[in-house]
């Protein structure tokens, strides 16, 4: 949690009168009283040393830096960025903000392990393909980053329940399917080969040779574990895979 301190201008020793700074005279202000240097404060908002000094020479204004640079510039210097940036909003009842729609995540006990919870880490719905003509599944790569860049997934599932958890696992099991590290470099997306679990899941639920778009949640469990939810009762047939994706040949070429 980040701490903001209100920023007092300086005054004369009478108390009569006050110094007007411009954002580069506060930054340069602030940043002394901490006492860190230039190089301190971009290495601490993650930016380059340029970028900052710039800032304090005048040259560019906090409210033209990108959203994720001018706070993490704010939050280094404990800088209100409300102020800093003179947001002027015309802002809502807080009492009008509606309680977060709830979701199906009615597991049953006996397929997965039993510290999977039901809590929600994140409000949007993404989509799995599954059943795709060349390939059993492509799981975009959005998917995979929010579980935290796994080197490989272990799959849980039972066609009856319609339900598919994957788990991110940083050692190789039995039940597991590699996700090269080029992936998140250059890939928009994983497309995993076809394997014995998902083809058992096609024939279970009378899939075709269509390509189903699924429903797919990240959840976490009760020790704090990240998981992607698959829930086959939303697939719906889909003429096309948003892409661009890429097959699994060119990561070993």
């Known amino acids: 949690m980040y701490k903001f301190i209100p920023f007092k201008f300086p005054q004369s020793r009478d108390g009569e009168f006050f110094c007007f700074l411009d954002d580069a005279g506060v ?23 340029s970028q900052y000094q710039r800032l304090e020479a005048g040259e560019r204004h906090l409210s033209g830096c990108t959203m994720r640079t001018g706070l993490a510039i704010c939050a ?3 800088l209100d960025p409300y102020e800093m940036i003179n947001v002027s909003a015309d802002v809502p009842d807080p009492s ?12 049953p006990e006996d397929l997965f392990p039993k510290k ?16 795709h ?7 975009p790569r959005e998917v995979l980053v929010a579980v935290g860049k796994p080197s490989n997934l272990e799959v849980y599932w039972r066609a009856e329940d ?3 958890l994957f788990r991110g696992l940083d050692e190789p099991t039995e039940n597991s399917y590699d996700i090269p590290p080029l992936l998140y470099t250059e890939a928009a997306a994983l497309v995993f080969p076809p394997f ?20 797919c ?18 697939a719906q047939e889909s003429d096309y895979v948003k892409g661009p994706y890429v097959t699994p040949e060119s990561f070993y070429e």
Request: aromatic content about 6%; proline content about 2%; hydrophobic content about 40%.
């Open 96 to 107: 009008t903000l509606k309680p977060q729609t709830v979701f199906d995540a009615d597991l």
């Open 133 to 139: 003509s060349a390939y059993s599944m492509i799981i």
């Open 76 to 78: 280094v210097l404990m």
């Open 217 to 234: 949640r990240i959840v976490k469990d009760k020790s704090g574990e990240t998981h992607i939810l698959c829930d086959l009762n939303t």
């Open 27 to 49: 930054l340069r202000s602030r940043r002394e009283q901490l006492g860190l240097t230039q190089q301190q404060v971009a290495d601490r908002a993650g930016i380059k040393f």
């Open 162 to 164: 319609r339900r598919i």
């Open 116 to 131: 999977v919870g039901r809590k929600q880490v994140r409000r949007d719905i993404m989509t799995v393909y599954f059943n």
């Open 196 to 215: 014995q679990p998902v083809t058992e899941t096609k024939a279970a639920l009378g899939w075709g040779d269509e390509v189903y778009a699924v429903e």
